[in-house]
């Protein structure tokens, strides 16, 4: 098939993790294809506007797939060819003429509780070049390396824009308090570093990883853009249980195009696409998007998926976990839907 001659326009957000995902792309894409032109192009979605526009006003929810409209209409379009997701932003149902044409190899799935370091927060007092107190205004506090959820003490704040952290968080601390935050993961950082009001925050360890942070075996969180005294500790999958698609990158296309699908072929990895496809199945038939209050992760095992999964739309939350043929991925999900909504 001749894919020559015509530049192949990959769309993605501007955000900087959505620039490192789709720069991971096209370099795959120009590995695989080398005599293939490849460029990317950069589209600002209404997502980005209104949680700009909203940062103030937190509490407010923003509609599903407003990270994904504009460039999908690109592809419509034909001004686009391939679109960069993280997966976990991109609506079970799609537009009429549109597809998940690949998923990439899945990054760790984890979740990551983010906090000040006490030493730091001590240490800037005494020397008065980190205090940010003002008059009515509590003084920052930090904790010690290594901290769990169901160490916080009664109050704690630990802000996150998610309903599946806030419900879980509530879960292992029904003590704490858990306002939305929003922004960017450099902005969530420095909010956390910089605010008295906050304690903690829970951000994707596959994002900090992608934006180059690390969790040192120390439990500091490092990387150039990181404040300093941050602490980090990574939540086990059994404590904190990720959304749908965590950790893995999709690329959608227009269903029709055969050209480009050649191309997907030499993208997907079937694993990740063979468990993420069980977990949008399950989502799917739970009736939920983006935003809603449940939790799925398929791992492969041997030649069976396996998949855990949780509701935490009323109290107490329900959990399920069953097996099937790598094959059977939606029966899977739509499985375990139905069960935990009988």
């Not at 935050?181 to 994707?204: C, P």
């Not at 063979?274 to 739970?286: D, K, S």
């Not at 799925?296 to 855990?308: D, F, H, Q, V």
């Amino acid at each position: 098939m001749n894919l020559t001659n015509r530049v192949i326009v990959i769309a993605t957000r501007g955000s900087a993790l959505a620039l490192a995902q789709a720069n991971m792309v096209i370099a795959q894409c120009r590995a695989a294809f080398p005599r293939l032109t490849f460029e990317l192009k950069i589209i600002k979605t209404t997502g980005d506007k209104l949680q700009t526009a909203s940062l103030a006003q937190e509490s407010k929810a923003l509609p599903k797939g407003l990270f994904t409209k504009e460039l999908e209409v690109a592809l419509l379009k034909h001004k686009a060819d391939l679109a960069v997701h993280s997966l976990k932003d991109l609506p079970t149902e799609l537009p009429a003429g549109l597809k998940l044409g690949a998923v990439g190899k899945r990054a760790d799935v984890r979740d990551v509780l983010i906090y000040r370091d006490a030493n730091h927060v001590v240490a800037g007092a005494a020397d008065n070049k980190s205090s940010d107190w003002s008059p009515g205004q509590s003084a920052r506090r930090g904790f010690g390396p290594g901290l769990r959820i169901d160490q916080l003490p009664p109050g704690a704040v630990v802000a996150t824009s998610s309903t599946r952290r806030r419900a879980q968080l509530l879960a292992h601390n029904s003590k704490l308090k858990v306002p939305d935050m929003r922004g960017n993961i450099v902005t969530r950082m420095m909010k956390l570093a910089e605010r008295a009001e906050l304690d903690a925050t829970v951000l994707a360890l596959a994002g900090l990883t992608r934006l180059n942070f690390a969790v040192t075996p120390q439990g500091r969180l490092e990387g150039d853009a990181v404040p300093d005294g941050l602490l980090a500790t990574i939540l086990d999958t059994e404590v904190m249980l990720p959304c749908v698609g965590q950790g893995a990158v999709g690329i959608e296309v227009r269903q029709d195009d055969e050209r480009i699908a050649t191309i997907c072929e030499r993208l997907n990895h079937f694993n990740t696409l063979q468990c993420v496809t069980a977990e949008r199945a399950f989502l799917a038939a739970m009736g939920g998007g983006c935003q809603s209050p449940v939790a799925a992760y398929a791992e492969l095992t041997g030649s069976k998926l396996r998949m855990r999964a949780a509701s935490f739309v009323n109290v107490p939350a329900r959990r399920a976990e069953a097996s099937r043929p790598v094959r059977e991925a939606v029966a899977l999900g739509e499985q375990i839907a139905n069960e935990l909504k009988a």
